[in-house]
């Protein structure tokens, strides 16, 4: 591992990579990953797959083969995502092991188009984590408000979760609610709480994009002086979320019975914007028991450059605070903006969802062609 990247994992930061392809398991440079940039976990989402299926080889003889059989189009998206992140999960499952199951982890996504279907994606976590049939397997399920019962399900049922596409504070403590009274019933129905684990996808970049183009078009010295700094601080905001709730009574109770904390994990921390420093989401939200999952791109930048100066989160709620009530004053509306990217955000998913299904069917047609 490189200095950099060591000096974040020793500040209690758990480096996950976002992103996951067949090549990148065949080829070793997952496993490079994991011991020359202390990687330890791997996310993905469907835009991953969708481009890993467009642009991978390595797909060909599976999809061959499913054709021949007269494989659907869903039935192949299925079997190829599954079987990626099973053989994904067994690279990592030393890790799991060595870590009590914080990490060595794997998320799935349940299919977006069940955003808004608590029924559905109730019934599609238990499905993909049969099919993947592996411990260190994180069903990631959407932050939607139909998505909180489902996530309370899912983890009563013992399944472990990856909460993804949150944006909002409120929408924040709703999810850790929902993990909670998951937890709850995991207890009362005898599962080994000790087992089940947990992150909660507190997405960053994505706030500075919305919340700077709309600085932008304000257009004063005040509005341009906030650029750039309402991922960061909301993020931190939601760092004391964490504490703050973690340290309940009803938590702790959980916690003493054996349970995990659900740990904030830092989501969409490539830079967008070139005129901000390209490790900006990394070194400025270094705290302990969190997890960061970057885009290649991003770990790249960390292990060359990202300066890691400690703790960069605890203690600075007020002054982050004072961002959201400076961009309030500006004309920018907080609960706007969060509403807007969460419903781009399962727009987003269900359009590389979209792209998937068209990609394997012109593959599963190509390969009957032959």
Not at 75 to 82: F, K, P, S, W
Not at 95 to 111: H, K, P, Q
Not at 153 to 182: C, E, H, K, P, Q
Not at 240 to 251: D, I, K, M, T
């Amino acid at each position: 591992m490189t200095q950099h990247t060591k000096a974040l994992s020793d500040a209690g930061v758990s480096i996950w990579l976002d992103d996951l392809s067949r090549q990148r398991i065949l080829s070793g440079n997952l496993a490079e990953l994991i011991e020359t940039r202390d990687v330890v976990g791997v996310t993905t989402n469907p835009t991953i797959f969708a481009n890993a299926l467009a642009n991978g080889e390595s797909y060909a003889e599976d999809v061959k083969a499913l054709a021949e059989k007269g494989a659907s189009v869903d039935e192949t998206i299925t079997h190829l995502t599954t079987t990626d992140v099973a053989n994904a999960c067994d690279l990592f499952a030393p890790l799991y092991r060595s870590t009590g199951g914080f990490d060595g982890r794997v998320s799935i996504e349940v299919e977006p188009g069940l955003a808004r279907d608590t029924e559905g994606t109730i019934a599609q976590a238990q499905q993909l984590h049969e099919l993947v049939a592996r411990e260190n397997v994180l069903i990631k399920i959407p932050a939607t408000q139909e998505g909180l019962e489902a996530i309370a399900a899912t983890i009563g049922a013992g399944i472990s979760v990856n909460v993804t596409l949150i944006f909002s504070l409120d929408r924040y403590r709703d999810v850790i609610n929902a993990y909670l009274t998951g937890l709850e019933r995991a207890q009362q129905a005898g599962h080994d709480l000790s087992r089940i684990h947990s992150v909660a996808s507190f997405f960053v970049s994505r706030v500075d994009t919305e919340i700077d183009k709309r600085l932008e078009a304000i257009g004063t010295d005040e509005a341009a002086a906030l650029k750039g700094k309402a991922g960061v601080a909301n993020a931190r905001l939601a760092y004391r979320v964490w504490q703050e709730a973690f340290g309940s009574e009803r938590a702790q109770a959980l916690l003493e019975a054996g349970a995990n904390t659900q740990r904030p994990l830092w989501a969409s921390t490539g830079v967008k914007d070139p005129s901000l420093p390209d490790t900006l989401y990394v070194t400025e939200l270094v705290a302990p028991q969190t997890v960061n999952t970057m885009p290649e791109k991003t770990l790249e930048a960390v292990a060359d450059h990202g300066e890691i100066r400690g703790d960069a989160v605890s203690g600075t709620a007020d002054e982050a605070e004072g961002v959201l009530d400076a961009l309030e004053a500006v004309g920018v509306s907080y609960a706007e903006v969060v509403q807007v990217l969460e419903d781009e955000g399962v727009e987003k998913f269900d359009a590389s969802w979209a792209e998937l299904v068209e990609t394997v069917r012109g593959q599963l047609d190509a390969a009957v062609a032959r």
